[in-house]
């Protein structure tokens, strides 16, 4: 039997975890010797009398194979350390999955990509900026990796989706079980021109821990991390970490200063967090031979009119009045009713009305069933 699928039976085997890989993988033997293992030679290796007597018990070629089928008959592409097809960003990482299974097209593994992550309740604002980057970046070539979680991740993923662009999806659980399984729908559409990616073998269900663990796939597949909206304690800034620990580019998107949701991305960029305000402020840190950069309005160097547009950042400028500006504020962080913005802004309902009729007809906000505003 091929080492690969000796290396993927082990990672197979319940209680079986990378560290205890680790161990048998700096052996003075072969994969294939395994096979011949007592159980005294296990535990010589590193392993405990429980993992032992486990793997003497199941470990061998025929247990193998069964799990090699319940895997293909998923429709699942088993990648491992061992194959000459292992992304190379992801092997240059600290601790490099031993096992990766994949859905879609594995040859996103090897194309130019960018992490997009943020927080699992976006305001307003933070929703448009990271839909408006994905869409430019994904544009402009690069594969956009993300986690497939609530928020930001499931935003990213879908503006690329809609745009025909590459994303690749990156589970924090086995490849049977989306989390959230809200997100079922979306994955199926990813699995079809993008690619689904977990180090989990199937039936692992979500719990703590995966998902902290998960983000280093997604920093370490990446030439850098890019977050777009997170407080002090999002998980978001464990992939940051897991970027910088990689030696990747960490990139952050400033946000209003009155929103907790921003105070992360400030903090990586007063530690030294290139921020970003629009596609070419990244793109700019890498030479890469993109596909569609030249068509794109924002970016620079190409002429006087594209520098322009570079300039205003994500969205097309509209001069807005002192009055507008302030409900623009307010609207960035949450949706608000009527009776909202009256209390806090202290302005009679007469003028109050006519700036939101102002801010409606220039396409800024949008009004929602019970009076309530909401940005656009």
């Not at 007592?38 to 993992?51: M, S, V």
Request: net charge negative; proline share 4%.
């Amino acid at each position: 039997m091929e080492e690969r699928w000796i290396l993927f039976g082990l990672h197979e085997m319940e209680g079986i975890g990378r560290k205890s890989i680790s161990k048998l993988m700096s052996g003075a033997h072969s994969l294939t010797e395994l096979f011949d293992y007592q159980e005294a030679d296990w535990i010589t290796a590193g392993l405990r009398k429980d993992q032992a007597a486990r793997l003497v018990k199941d470990f061998n070629a025929s247990w193998i194979e069964y799990r090699r089928e319940q895997v293909y008959n998923r429709g699942l592409k088993v990648i491992t350390y061992l194959d000459s097809n292992y992304p190379v960003l992801m092997k240059e990482t600290v601790q490099p999955p031993w096992i990766m299974y994949a859905r879609g097209d594995i040859e996103l593994l090897h194309t130019p990509s960018i992490a997009m992550v943020g927080t699992r309740l976006p305001t307003v604002y933070g929703r448009k900026v990271s839909e408006k980057l994905a869409s430019q970046l994904s544009q402009a070539g690069l594969t956009i990796v993300s986690g497939l979680a609530r928020g930001i991740d499931r935003v990213c993923h879908e503006a690329v989706v809609r745009e025909g662009g590459k994303t690749i999806a990156v589970f924090g659980t086995g490849m049977d079980y989306v989390y959230p399984p809200e997100n079922t729908g979306l994955a199926e559409q990813i699995a079809e021109t993008g690619l689904l990616l977990s180090e989990y073998p199937l039936g692992t269900r979500a719990r703590q821990g995966l998902f902290p663990e998960r983000n280093r796939i997604i920093a370490g597949l990446t030439l850098g991390t890019l977050v777009v909206e997170a407080d002090l304690r999002s998980g978001s800034l464990i992939t940051a970490d897991a970027a910088l620990e990689a030696g990747r580019d960490v990139f952050a998107v400033p946000g209003p200063i009155t929103s907790p949701k921003s105070r992360g991305a400030h903090n990586l960029i007063r530690q030294g967090a290139k921020l970003v305000t629009c596609a070419a402020d990244l793109l700019e840190e890498y030479r890469l031979d993109l596909p569609n950069t030249k068509q794109l309005p924002y970016n620079r160097g190409r002429s006087a009119e594209m520098q322009g547009h570079a300039e205003e950042g994500l969205f097309t400028k509209v001069q807005l009045s002192a009055d507008e500006q302030r409900i623009i504020v307010l609207l960035e962080q949450e949706e608000q009713s009527l009776d909202q913005l009256i209390d806090q802004l202290g302005w009679d309902f007469g003028h109050l009305h006519s700036v939101l009729l102002s801010l409606i007809i220039k396409k800024q906000i949008t009004q929602l069933p019970g009076t309530k505003y909401a940005r656009v």
